[in-house]
């Protein structure tokens, strides 16, 4: 599939790679989880060819299990057309933490996504909705039948986060996280240094009690997500992604 596509005053990116994925165990074992095959490809592929269409070009991707094996892949990214920047994680920084050996790369707007999340979503016109809102960050959401088992998210009128919390015992809604971000750099200036720090759990929650705006982006019913990191949804993924992706990305912001 071809794909080049417009993004103006383009951004970065930095997909998250760290994880051990035990629960994909044994699989996992000696194969980071964002290069399991899926239709026949690293489950990664796609994520850099959603980057590529969308524009994106400057890439990071931070590593820590088997860190050998993703640069082995794809190397600078000159085949993908895009230059990836590779940041080594001695520990596990968590999902937020992983931005901070990368202020020096991040002084633009960037994405963050997960290398073991795969998705069509229309990042241009998220990127759009980031801009028309002029807020701090943007997390993408998603409406799911089991609350209980994802971070969960309140809106007000005007689409502006009010509360984030992570696998509620008691949910109020079915609104989740759907893991992708539009971050904008002064959010680095809260960020803890040098020690574990989660999205979910700790960064977004921080950014809210600061009183730094963050607002949602409501995936389109066309869109598809799904994050491999179970048995379960990795079969799932298998079966249902290469039609997906046979289908093209998806074009919210030119409908």
């Not at 990214?77 to 990836?84: E, M, S, T, V």
């Not at 904008?184 to 989660?198: G, I, K, Q, S, T």
Request: net charge neutral; proline share 9%; with cysteine.
């Amino acid at each position: 599939m071809a794909m080049d596509g417009p993004l103006h005053s383009v951004p970065r990116a930095v997909i998250l790679c760290a994880g051990e994925g035990r629960r994909l165990l044994p699989l996992t074992a000696r194969c980071p989880k964002p290069l399991l095959p899926v239709g026949g490809r690293p489950a990664l592929d796609y994520t850099l060819e959603l980057c590529r269409f969308h524009g994106l070009r400057e890439v990071a991707i931070n590593l820590h299990h088997c860190p050998q094996a993703i640069p082995a892949h794809l190397g600078d990214g000159a085949a993908w057309g895009l230059h990836i920047r590779y940041s080594y994680e001695h520990i596990l920084l968590g999902s937020a933490g992983a931005l901070e050996p990368l202020r020096d790369f991040l002084d633009r707007t960037f994405f963050v996504l997960y290398g073991d999340v795969l998705t069509n979503l229309d990042l241009t016109a998220m990127l759009a909705c980031h801009r028309r809102h002029g807020g701090v960050g943007t997390v993408a959401l998603y409406h799911v039948p089991d609350p209980q088992r994802c971070g969960l998210v309140e809106l007000d009128p005007a689409g502006r986060l009010q509360s984030f919390v992570e696998k509620p015992a008691r949910p109020s809604g079915n609104l989740a996280n759907a893991g992708i971000y539009i971050l904008e750099p002064e959010v680095l200036d809260v960020l803890p240094p040098r020690r574990p720090c989660d999205f979910g759990q700790d960064f977004f929650p921080h950014l809210l009690r600061s009183g730094m705006a963050l607002y949602g982006y409501l995936l389109a019913p066309e869109e598809y997500l799904i994050d491999i990191g179970t048995p379960e949804n990795l079969a799932r993924a298998r079966a249902e992604w290469p039609a997906v992706w046979a289908a093209g990305p998806i074009r919210r912001s030119s409908s």
